[in-house]
Every structure is written in structure tokens, then in C-alpha cells.
């Protein structure tokens, strides 16, 4: 078998959770096959690229091998390679005060302490003395 349709690919090699996803992604544009808006029905071949979003994941893969049944993962990573880039790195996220689940609405001092907190995490190094 020399070509394969991308819908059919894409779900064989477990990129799509079902064939059905696959299609409706490429029926609204998310997936190209060497730099081409790609339909369901496109055909594609070993050494082709495909540059697919699909939940929110963009990928790039080049086809190594054309399948057109669904196999197990192990097998299907072997199906293609991988050249998507690594994601940017996550922002540091500030620290949040948080309180025992229960403990009911904070007192004035508790409320005092938390906006201390924040305005402290707002200056990075600062050591926060909660254990008062």
C-alpha cells in the first residue's frame, strides 16, 4: 500500500482519538500535507509532511510509514516521525494564600495576613511569615 487517505492515517497512528475528528479537522483547515490545505480524502505517502492541530495540540509529523488500520501505540510511533517543536516553557505562576478547606470566612487578621501575601508575592525573594 503506497498512499492512504490523512483522515485514515491520523486516526491509524492514534494522533486522532477517531476518524471522525480527523476529518472534521481537516474540513476545517487544521491539517496540511506538505504546506497544502489538506481534505479528508488527501492522499498522502511515506516521506510526506503533515502539520495537524488537533485538540488544541498543533503537531508536525513526517509519514514513515503508511498504515491504514488502527494499531497499538508502541507500533504506531513508529509509524512517523516526529518534528514538532517543544512548547515555550510555562510562566511562573505566583504563589496563592491558601487556607484549610472549612476554616469559614477569614477573620480580619487572616484578611490583613493574605493581602500581606500578595503584595509580597508581587516582589520576588520576599519571605512571607505566616506561621504567626
Given at each position: 500500500m503506497d498512499t492512504t487517505r490523512v483522515d485514515r492515517w491520523l486516526w491509524a497512528v492514534r494522533l486522532s482519538k477517531t476518524r471522525a475528528d480527523a476529518a472534521t479537522a481537516c474540513r476545517g483547515g487544521h491539517v496540511r500535507v506538505n504546506d497544502k490545505p489538506a481534505k479528508p480524502s488527501t492522499p498522502i505517502r511515506a516521506g510526506d509532511?503533515?502539520?495537524?492541530?488537533?485538540?488544541?495540540?498543533?503537531r508536525v509529523v513526517e509519514v514513515g510509514t503508511v498504515i491504514e488500520k488502527r494499531v497499538g501505540a508502541p507500533v504506531a510511533v513508529t509509524c512517523y516521525v516526529d518534528h514538532t517543536p517543544p512548547p515555550p516553557p510555562k510562566e511562573t505562576v505566583a504563589a496563592v494564600a491558601r487556607r484549610e478547606r472549612g476554616a469559614g470566612r477569614p477573620t480580619k487578621r487572616d484578611r490583613r495576613r493574605i493581602e500581606a501575601f500578595e503584595r509580597a508575592s508581587l516582589v520576588e525573594g520576599v519571605e512571607h511569615d505566616l506561621e504567626d
Open positions: 509532511t503533515v502539520r495537524t492541530r488537533l485538540y488544541d495540540i498543533p
